[in-house]
């Protein structure tokens, strides 16, 4: 063992550590934003993204993201906020809106982002448990696109090429095309289920995890039945 960190700062860690050069990026449950030196674990920065959460919150439980100097951290406390990976200064927030599924147990009001962003190219792609999937641009979090599906978007998404998958609470899997239309198009969507059409998608079926592999998309689905 070479190091390791008290536990104020791995405390109530869910995302996986992002390496950047000679630092080791580490985010806690606090929302705490700790910059590590890889060499011999020292803490080079802190930086608390959300005065609210506390080590009890599960404020972050998603991986953040890490293109052009900037992380972008999904919290389930309101908002997406890019960091400067060097100084740990917050450069934007995009807020969420309420949605029907309470992700954070101890929030009132559900504004959550559970699911990893991903950048391609020059956009910044995220999906949120308002069911709203939102295109940003990376420097300044402005919208680029956006559109409602209609059900939570509580997992990571999935690039391959120039198609972005991404499954929702509903148990629907859809492509999307972002080869430079604008905005980008749904390719072939799977067929949403009852429960879809009467937007009542509570427990017909969660996207928990999505990845594509030689052309395939591989969705892990928790159902019902």
Same mark, same amino acid.
């Given at each position: ?7 104020? /700062?791995?405390?109530? *860690? ?9 630092? *080791? ?7 705490? @934003?700790? /910059?590590? %030196? ?5 803490? *080079?920065? %802190? ?6 959460? +506390?080590?009890?919150?599960?404020? &972050? ?25 060097? +100084?740990?200064? *917050? ?24 699911? $990893?962003?991903?950048? %391609? ?10 069911? &709203? @999937? ?14 409602? #599906? ?7 998404? %999935? ?37 879809? !059409?009467?937007?009542?998608? #509570? ?9 594509? /592999? ?5 969705? $892990?689905?928790?159902? !019902?039945?």
């Amino acid at each position: 063992e070479r190091w390791r960190l008290d536990k104020d /700062a791995s405390g109530g *860690v869910h995302a996986a550590p992002i390496v950047d050069g000679e630092r *080791v990026l580490i985010i806690n449950a606090s929302t705490v @934003l700790h /910059a590590v %030196a890889a060499a011999d674990g020292h803490i *080079v920065w %802190a930086k608390k993204l959300n005065a609210k959460a +506390t080590p009890l919150s599960m404020a &972050v439980g998603a991986t953040p993201a890490l293109a052009d100097g900037l992380l972008f951290v999904a919290t389930q406390y309101e908002a997406m906020v890019a960091v400067d990976a060097t +100084t740990g200064a *917050v450069q934007w927030r995009a807020s969420v809106g309420e949605s029907g599924v309470h992700v954070a147990h101890n929030q009132r009001v559900a504004r959550s982002i559970p699911g $990893a962003p991903v950048v %391609a190219g020059d956009v910044r792609w995220g999906g949120a448990a308002d069911g &709203v @999937l939102r295109a940003l641009e990376p420097s300044t979090g402005a919208t680029l696109w956006r559109t409602d #599906l209609g059900a939570p978007i509580l997992s990571g998404l %999935a690039p391959a090429g120039e198609v972005l998958y991404v499954g929702s609470f509903d148990g629907t899997l859809r492509a999307f095309a972002t080869d430079g239309a604008a905005p980008p198009v749904a390719r072939a969507p799977a067929a949403p289920g009852r429960g879809a !059409r009467r937007r009542s998608y #509570l427990g017909i079926g969660l996207a928990v995890g999505l990845a594509v /592999a030689g052309g395939i998309a591989l969705a $892990a689905l928790a159902r !019902r039945r």
